[in-house]
């Protein structure tokens, strides 16, 4: 069955540093995949996109890689502040091509 | 205000009743979606409207759960005989179209059924 796995651990930062954040899928050919940041009872806002033929993908401090020989994503904050902390998410386009496949989400905490 | 809006904010019902959710997507958006989330899960497709039809309702756990949107904007997603199980927080989401795009979401709609 199609799998989307995210650290399912909260991650604890300290201030200044580079977060990284895991999405790893089983059992899937995405063509595309999206993280988006999800504040507590809000709905997710999305950050980036990557497709299948990109390697990496860069917006201010965000950073993001997509290996599908892995069938990994790895999603970076460089120089994190406290603002950032939230729950992150990755989802994938699902077999329609229309909707999103979403993982769990990983909880970010960045402390001063 | 020109995000996609959800009401009602909290929805409380006891079991067995029948509730409707609203969802006003984004002015312009063909594309519209409904999941569900529940405590400590991502968002859990339901169902997809390109303009007044649903294109995929694969997501649909059973036939309690039906959604329409008539005009081509706003949408209710429609559940009969509510189930404890069927509490979760409900989240509406729009695009320009249903392509390879960001998505929009709404709040959600806390659903709590007694």
């Known amino acids: 069955s199609q799998k989307i796995e995210q650290n399912s651990e909260a991650l604890n930062i300290q201030e200044g540093k580079t977060a990284t954040l895991t999405c790893n899928y089983t059992?899937?050919?995405?063509?595309?995949l999206q993280w988006y940041r999800q504040d507590p009872g809000r709905g997710p806002v999305f950050l980036l996109l990557?497709?299948?033929?990109?390697k990496e993908k860069r917006k201010e401090r965000l950073k993001v890689t997509f290996d599908t020989t892995l069938k990994q994503s790895l999603f970076h904050i460089t120089a994190s502040q406290p603002a950032d902390s939230a729950t992150y998410l990755c989802a994938l386009v699902r077999i329609s091509g229309y909707a999103l496949n979403f993982g769990k989400g990983t909880s970010l905490l960045v402390t001063p | 205000g020109a995000g996609v809006s959800q009401t009602p904010s909290n929805k409380v019902t006891e079991k067995g009743k029948y509730v409707e959710l609203r969802c006003d997507p984004i002015s312009g958006h063909t594309a519209l979606y409904w999941y569900r989330q529940s405590l400590g899960q991502g968002p859990e497709f339901l169902i997809y409207f390109q303009g007044t039809g649903a294109a995929d309702d694969s997501g649909l756990p059973n036939d309690r759960f039906f959604a329409v949107r008539p005009e081509g904007s706003v949408s209710t997603l429609k559940i009969q005989r509510t189930e404890r199980g069927d509490s979760a927080v409900y989240l509406c989401a729009s695009s320009p179209s249903g392509t390879a795009n960001e998505q929009f979401f709404g709040p959600g709609t806390r659903l709590t059924v007694l």
């Open positions: 990557i497709r299948e033929n990109e």
């Open positions: 059992n899937y050919s995405p063509a595309y």
